[in-house]
């Protein structure tokens, strides 16, 4: 099976610009999971979404956004770009058939906002 | 509080010993825990899992769960310069939450 896809892999984007990230899950999963690290807060969780409906959000401003296709492809937005969201953004996929499932990474997308 | 604890570390363990890393979790109801490895500029790779209390061994890595005391552990036996990385502490109550990671180096 082919794994998490993520594009693209890095992005260099100015400040009060948009970006949109794209997530591929594993073939036959319906969870997805986006999250951003960064080196001094760690994986911070932005929102999941199972069959295209948004199940859990963390606590970023609404300037994160996201949205997921009935195909399970996912997409997740950023709208005015600040220098903070520079990160190293994970999307992450799931079966979800049960508590017992865990999550798949992708390789990531590297933002960097100048 | 956060939900998820981990020392920062850098643990540092010379070559062949066993690397000892915990991880903490503040929810009674946790259903399930995992362990990622984070190679630095990569992403976490998933390398256990475990639900019940007690051990679970896989290779080199035994993971082991203690809900009444609410800790998760990971034990690398022999350990090698290859396991040098970050590893993160995962635990899933209706969402994933990580700890911070514990970065390791193994000292060759």
């Known amino acids: 099976k082919a794994g998490v896809t993520q594009t693209p892999r890095y992005l260099i984007k100015t400040r009060g610009q948009q970006v949109t990230l794209s997530c591929s899950p594993i073939s036959g999963h319906r969870s997805v999971s986006w999250y951003q690290q960064t080196p001094g807060q760690g994986l911070q969780f932005l929102f999941e979404?199972?069959?295209?409906?948004?199940?859990n959000k963390g606590n970023f401003p609404g300037r994160f956004s996201g949205r997921q296709f009935s195909n399970s492809r996912s997409e997740m937005n950023v709208s005015t770009l600040e220098l903070g969201d520079s990160a190293l953004y994970l999307c992450?996929?799931?079966?979800?058939?049960?508590?017992?499932?865990?999550?798949?990474f992708g390789n990531g997308t590297r933002l960097t906002v100048t | 509080q956060k939900e998820v604890e981990q020392n920062s570390g850098p643990l540092s363990v010379p070559e062949g010993a066993i690397a000892s890393l915990n991880c903490t979790y503040s929810?009674?109801?946790?259903?399930?825990f995992f362990w990622y490895r984070q190679y630095s500029g990569k992403s976490p790779e998933l390398i256990m899992s475990i639900y019940s209390n007690g051990d679970k061994e896989d290779g080199r890595f035994t993971a082991q769960l203690n809900k009444a005391s609410q800790y998760v552990s990971l034990l690398i036996r022999d350990s090698q310069p290859s396991d040098s990385a970050t590893y993160l502490c995962a635990v899933n109550f209706n969402k994933f939450y990580f700890g911070s990671g514990t970065k390791l180096n193994v000292k060759p």
């Open positions: 992450a996929s799931s079966d979800r058939v049960s508590y017992n499932s865990p999550l798949h």
């Open positions: 929810d009674r109801v946790s259903q399930s």
């Open positions: 979404y199972f069959s295209e409906t948004q199940r």
